[in-house]
């Protein structure tokens, strides 16, 4: 029996960092910006006050997710992880009542045959046969708490600028799937 996928959007498959950039005025290609955004997932909230990115996004509605472009290896990563694995995207909505549209909008263009799930607590779909990929530590880090197996994909500035090999990253990831000996819990 195949496992469960459960595949991150933004900052693995769908480059939410750089629309959000946008929005705020900040050009991620500037080193300045750049050495701090390829820091964490969470960097963007050093470059900006939090109240308003999410204003900024909110006000950008259900565009802003919908219009949201594949980050160049998201379809990919989606083929590749569908061929091993029960896939299923799991994202956040976020502060956005919004972005549940949007999103789904961008994946009926862009993989209208995958499953969504939405929620703020990804822990809630973990279990022994679900494998999270993730950019964010602490989901990660709480669905391995609650029983599931996860992945923390890498930091998508750093898989642009070359610091990390994207394709070993997933050869990596799709083997260990296959493998079943991903992370999990307190192990």
């Known amino acids: 029996m195949k496992p469960r996928v459960l595949l991150d959007m933004d900052g693995v498959v769908y480059d939410w960092n750089s629309g959000a950039c946008r929005l705020v005025g900040i050009d991620c290609t500037n080193a300045a910006y750049r050495s701090v955004l390829v820091e964490s997932e969470n960097a963007l909230d050093r470059l900006v006050p939090k109240k308003?990115?999410?204003q900024a996004v909110a006000e950008a509605g259900v565009d802003f997710w919908q219009k949201l472009p594949l980050l160049p290896w998201g379809r990919e990563l989606h083929d590749r992880l569908?061929?091993?694995?029960?896939l299923c995207?799991?994202?956040?909505?976020?502060?956005?009542?919004?972005a549940?549209?949007?999103k789904l909008l961008a994946l009926q263009r862009d993989f209208p045959d995958t499953p969504v799930l939405?929620?703020?607590?990804?822990?809630?779909?973990?279990?022994?046969?679900?494998?999270?990929i993730d950019d964010k530590f602490e989901n990660v880090d709480e669905f391995r708490q609650a029983g599931g197996m996860a992945v923390e994909w890498p930091n998508q500035?750093?898989?642009?600028?070359?610091a990390i090999d994207i394709h070993r990253v997933m050869d990596e990831l799709?083997?260990?799937i296959e493998q079943g000996i991903i992370y999990q819990g307190d192990e």
């Open 52 to 54: 308003k990115l999410i």
């Open 157 to 162: 500035y750093l898989i642009e600028d070359k």
């Open 82 to 86: 569908a061929l091993v694995g029960d």
């Open 174 to 176: 799709i083997a260990l």
């Open 100 to 102: 549940p549209k949007g």
């Open 89 to 98: 995207f799991l994202t956040s909505y976020g502060h956005w009542t919004d």
């Open 118 to 132: 939405f929620g703020r607590k990804k822990r809630f779909c973990a279990g022994p046969r679900s494998v999270l």
